[in-house]
């Protein structure tokens, strides 16, 4: 303490303690980070640093005596009087005021110090932790590539990857204490104006909250908009709480009175707690092959009817219970607070595992370890599993034992394949039907090393994901179920047992039509061949890059597209809709856009992230028919809409520049709500639609059956028509179709009663009819001329078209108007 600076010294001050039989006189310090008043005829010395003073209070100008008392967080108060034989009180008042002015700058400026350090101290944590966690990258290969599934492609958040593979050390460095089982008998009293006066500290209440969660949540609830701090401990003090013995009566003005039955409740979830040690358990060699299948019932004694002494046995015990259940808190988190820096591969070893049991004499009564790792579950053929409306605590943890053990089991296990049934259900490896591929017919691929390597990690990833998923079972609290409906997002549609399986690569071409034009050196692409016509600006002041406008002749072949295409649709049967633009993200993400990258898939409002710009009008049209419940009589329904989709795409390649891939297009969607029976149906009719508009404007197009990792989220199977682009020489995509079978049903709650009367979730698809910008680009591509412009265009447009050459609209710098 000698390093600090002395501020302020103060000599003939008197210190008044509470607990002194004397006050005697001494000199007043005020340093930099203490307050010291040292004894003029003793070594006694008093020190108050600074982060133990709360405040500081002065006594009233018409007091006779000049006194200073500095409030600590302890609810000590010492006291300090002023007593200059040389001055009057006059002289004593401007020194004691020097005395709080320093005294508060100084607190002032200490306090500035602490938070500017506490800023840096949780700079430096963050630092530290996110070097941490890339050296725990670097070092293990296995975990940088797990981390590189999971969290980069959004399946899991970052803090849930982290809370398995770190923890802050921190943590266990700092334990927290438990409480103190006589903590309310020890509760300072003092002597009041009527009655005995409790004096609460800090600590106290914080033991009142862990000791009685009841209590903490009606603080929450009270204090201050009801009562104030001192009514409500007022009231505490008045309560079943402090005065166990007393039987609890319905009192309005008791806030305490319903606290009872919150109470009973966690007497009942304690009670089913299992017993720490196996040693102690003499239940644990008894037959619990069941466990997780049929609840415990354990009765809950209410408090009506018992008397005061079974009401004082049952309070104490539940005091007792909840000052155990702390300590026990207290302790799984400094268990869990590790951090997992080794280089092996994660594995079911880093899970939280239960103590060693404790030596005893007779070694024949020590568990044996190996039993543990088996799980036996005793199953009855007769009866069918039907689970329970609720999970006891036991229940819970056993299950979340058991998916967790077997969530962790890593690829390269290998304990347990010699458990292999050997009955007559197992299919041997030579059988006619596996021995060139799997069940749908793939034939067998050899696996080089690194694929095998690529195959482990993503056999990992998915246990990981799995586990996280499953942890969540059953959803006991509202974090549960938000996480358990997130991760339930992810999961994505079953594909089509026709799909082919592969990436892009794989795709299956189905047919080609139309006739093809050879692409030639001169021949241009959409944009540069238009571009002398004066019919498409690029506004990229106004919106950005990727945007476009059609004017003049551009804008009349568009609107000739529109007005073809929408007539097709509509003599198909399909009912025209408009749907609102802007479409909640709650919609969005039942039908399948998951944000799995940090490019954003979806623009959304700034103030009300909530709200996003429709990518489709397929989202429009979901939103429509969910919740709905349709007769098997009115589907299939057939849906059209016409609007305006906007998409933050990017791309690297220099052929999707311009107005392949824009922010903007209009399109006209289909979309279908049909039974289960008839999706496949209504995919080809979807298709064939498609194909007949192309081929009726010409286009040189391929139909393509999309694999397994082309067809998103919602799709089980997806067709994409692929056109011709003889200026760009390659196939683009102009429009797709796909069956989402059930997938958005569940989602959107879609039905439909069947002849039998029972409701079924309905199948939906949808299908671009037309998108315009590339379909623009295909007609200009194809049917260009060497002169720049275009030869006769299919009857169906042709006359749609006004045929009328307009002035160019000529477009001028505008030029600030003078005010003057």
């Known amino acids: 303490m000698s390093g600090s600076e002395l501020l302020l010294r103060v000599e003939h ?113 963050k630092t530290h932790e996110m070097e941490a966690k890339k050296k725990l990258l670097e070092q293990n290969a296995h975990l940088r590539q797990l981390y590189k599934h999971l969290v980069a492609s959004k399946l899991i958040s970052a803090q849930d990857f982290w809370c398995d593979y770190y923890n802050s ?4 460095d700092g334990e927290k204490l438990g409480v103190s089982g006589g903590f309310l008998s020890s509760i300072a009293q003092s002597e009041g104006t009527n009655g005995v006066k409790l004096n609460l500290n800090v600590d106290t209440i914080q033991s009142i909250f862990k000791t009685y969660p009841a209590v903490e949540k009606k603080h929450l609830e009270l204090v201050p908009h009801e009562m104030s701090e001192q009514q409500f401990w007022s009231k505490f003090f008045q309560s079943h709480y402090f005065h166990r013995e007393r039987p609890i009566a319905p009192n309005p003005s008791d806030p305490f009175s319903d606290c009872i039955k919150a109470d009973d409740r966690d007497m009942s979830k304690m009670l089913q707690l299992p017993i720490s040690h196996k040693v102690l358990d003499f239940s644990y060699l008894s037959d619990e092959s069941n466990l997780g299948y049929s609840p415990n019932d354990i009765p809950v004694v209410e ?28 302790a799984q988190v400094g268990a869990d607070a590790t951090v997992s820096d080794n280089d092996q591969q994660p594995s079911s070893s880093a899970l939280p595992v239960e103590d060693e049991c404790i030596t005893i004499e007779s070694a024949e009564l020590q568990d044996d370890k190996g039993d543990e790792m088996s799980e036996h579950v005793a199953l009855s053929e007769k009866s069918v599993y039907v689970a329970p409306s609720r999970y006891s605590p036991q229940q819970f943890r056993s299950l979340s034992a058991v998916i967790q053990r077997l969530a962790n089991k890593r690829s390269d296990d290998v304990e347990g394949q010699d458990n292999v049934n050997d009955g007559e259900d197992w299919v041997p490896p030579n059988d006619g039907h596996m021995a060139n591929g799997d069940a749908n017919g793939h034939a067998e691929t050899q696996l080089n090393a690194t694929q095998l390597s690529e195959v482990a990690i993503v056999h990992d990833a998915l246990a990981e994901l799995l586990k996280h998923f499953w942890i969540c079972m059953p959803p006991s609290t509202p974090d549960f179920e938000t996480k358990f409906y997130e991760e339930a997002l992810l999961i994505p549609n079953t594909s089509h047992p026709d799909a082919p399986r592969g990436d892009e690569s794989c795709a299956r071409t189905v047919r080609t039509f139309g006739p093809i034009k050879r692409g030639s050196n001169k021949l241009l692409t959409a944009e540069k061949l238009v571009q002398s016509w004066r ?23 568009e609107r000739a597209l529109l007005s073809y295409v929408n007539d097709v649709v509509e003599k198909a049967g399909f009912r025209p809709v408009f749907v609102p633009d802007v479409v909640n993200r709650s919609v969005t993400e039942a039908c399948g856009l998951q944000q799995r990258s940090e490019q954003d898939i979806q623009y959304h409002l700034v103030d009300r992230p909530h709200l996003c710009l429709s990518g489709t009008s397929e989202m429009g049209l979901s939103d429509l028919v969910s919740g709905r419940v349709f007769r098997a009589a009115d589907l299939p329904l057939r849906l059209t809409a016409l609007s305006r989709c906007y998409r933050p795409e990017v791309s690297k390649n220099a052929w999707e520049a311009r107005l392949y891939r824009v ?3 209009t399109k006209i969607e289909m979309y279908v709500v049909c039974k289960e029976d008839e999706s496949d149906n209504v995919l080809n009719e979807l298709v064939s639609i498609q194909c007949s508009i192309s081929e009726s404007l010409g286009l040189h197009c391929r139909l393509l059956d999309m694999p397994t990792e082309e067809l998103g989220a919602p799709a089980a199977r997806k067709f994409d028509i692929e056109a011709w682009m003889p200026g760009r020489r390659v196939f683009g995509e102009i429009s797709s179709a796909s069956n989402c079978t059930d997938f958005q049903a569940r989602r959107l709650d879609v039905k439909y009663v069947n002849e039998k009367g029972t409701r079924k979730f309905a199948h939906t698809l949808n299908a671009t009819a037309l998108a315009t910008s590339r379909a ?3 007609l200009l591509e194809t049917y260009q001329t060497d002169r720049k412009g275009l030869k006769k265009l299919p009857v169906e447009l042709e006359k749609r078209l006004t045929g009328k050459r307009k002035a160019p609209l000529r477009l001028h710098v505008a030029t600030a108007l003078n005010p003057y």
């Open 663 to 665: 922010h903007e297009f």
């Open 776 to 778: 623009i680009i295909a």
């Open 535 to 557: 019919s498409v600006l690029y506004p990229r002041e106004a919106c950005g890059s990727r945007s476009y406008a059609f004017i003049g002749a551009l804008a009349d072949l």
């Open 303 to 330: 408090g009506d009817g018992l008397s005061n002494k079974a009401l004082l046995v049952r309070r104490c015990n539940y005091h007792s219970g909840r000052v155990l259940m702390s300590a026990r808190e207290n």
């Open 169 to 172: 050390k921190e943590l266990s």
């Open 13 to 125: 001050v008197k210190y008044r303690s509470p607990t002194a039989t004397r006050s005697p006189m001494g000199t007043f310090h005020v340093y930099e980070d203490r307050v010291e008043w040292t004894d003029s005829a003793s070594d006694d010395k008093l020190v108050i640093p600074f982060n133990d003073i709360r405040g500081q209070r002065v006594s009233p100008p018409n007091k006779s005596k000049t006194q200073l008392q500095i409030c600590l967080h302890n609810e000590e108060q010492p006291t300090f009087v002023f007593l200059n034989p040389l001055g009057d009180k006059e002289v004593h008042v401007k020194e004691r005021d020097l005395v709080k002015e320093t005294l508060q700058q100084a607190l002032i400026r200490h306090r500035q110090l602490a938070n500017q350090a506490a800023a840096r101290s949780q700079r430096y944590g």
